[in-house]
C-alpha cells in the first residue's frame, strides 16, 4: 500500500515483485492521480481524498501525480 | 505567545511598517488564512481567463482545487471551534496588495501575462511560506488550528516547486 499523504507518495520508493497488485491510497487533503512518467502509458482517475487505486505491476515503472507534478514515486521489481 | 518581531518581519515584507506592532488572535490568525488562500485563487481565475499556455492553465487549475479544499477546511474547523474569522490589519494588507496585483495581472496579456502570473506565483508561495511558519502558526493558540496550518505547509511547498518549474519553462 503507498499512501499519498502530505503531497507525498509514502514510500516513494517500494520494491514489489513482478505481478503484485500495488495499491495507492489518497489520505491527502486535496485529488490526486498517479500516472506512468516515461510514455503516460497509463494513469489513474482522479483520486479524490479517501479513494484507492490499484494495479497489477510487471515491470518497474516511475509514476508522478499530473495534478502536482513535482510529486513523484518509483516501484522496482524484485 | 506573541510573536510580535514576527508580525514585524512579515509587514515589512509586504511593505506596511506602520502595523508592525501587530499581533493576531486565533480569529485573525483564521481571517489572514482564508484571504492568503482566496487571493491566489482570484489569481488562478484571471490566468484561466487571459492565459493560453497549457503549463500555466494546469497550474492555475491545481491551485483554484488545492486552495479552495484548504478553505474548505479550514471553515469546517472554524465551524466546529465556534470561530468566526476576524479581519484585522494584516488580511487587510494582503487584500489591498492583492487587489493592485490583479491590475497589474489584467493590464497584460499574451506571454508578457504568463511571466507575470508566475513570477508572481513563486514570489506569493514564498511569502505564505515565511508566513505561515513565522507568522501565523507561532501566534495561533488553538492545537487544532495549529495543526491545520501546519498541514498545509507541505501543498504549499509543492505549489512552489511546481511554480518555479513552470517559471523556469516560461522564460
Known sequence: ?78 | MKHILSVAALLICWSLPSFAQTSLTDPEVASVAVAANQIDIEYAGIAKKKSKNTEILNFAETMTKDHNAVIAQASDLVKKLNVTPKDNAVSQKLNNDAEQTRKMLNAKSGSEFDKAYIDNEVAYHKAVIDAVKNLLIPETENQQLKDLLTGILPALDTHLQHAEMVQKKIK
Open chain 1, 1 to 78: 500500500m503507498i499512501v499519498i499523504k502530505s503531497m507525498q507518495f509514502q514510500p516513494a520508493e517500494l520494491i514489489i515483485h513482478k505481478g503484485d497488485t500495488v495499491t495507492w491510497i489518497n489520505n491527502d487533503f486535496t485529488d490526486h492521480d498517479i500516472t506512468e512518467v516515461k510514455s503516460k502509458a497509463w494513469h489513474s482517475s482522479i483520486l479524490k481524498p479517501g479513494k484507492k487505486y490499484s494495479r497489477v505491476m510487471y515491470i518497474a515503472t516511475d509514476y508522478y501525480c499530473s495534478i502536482h507534478v513535482v510529486m513523484k514515486g518509483k516501484l522496482k521489481v524484485n
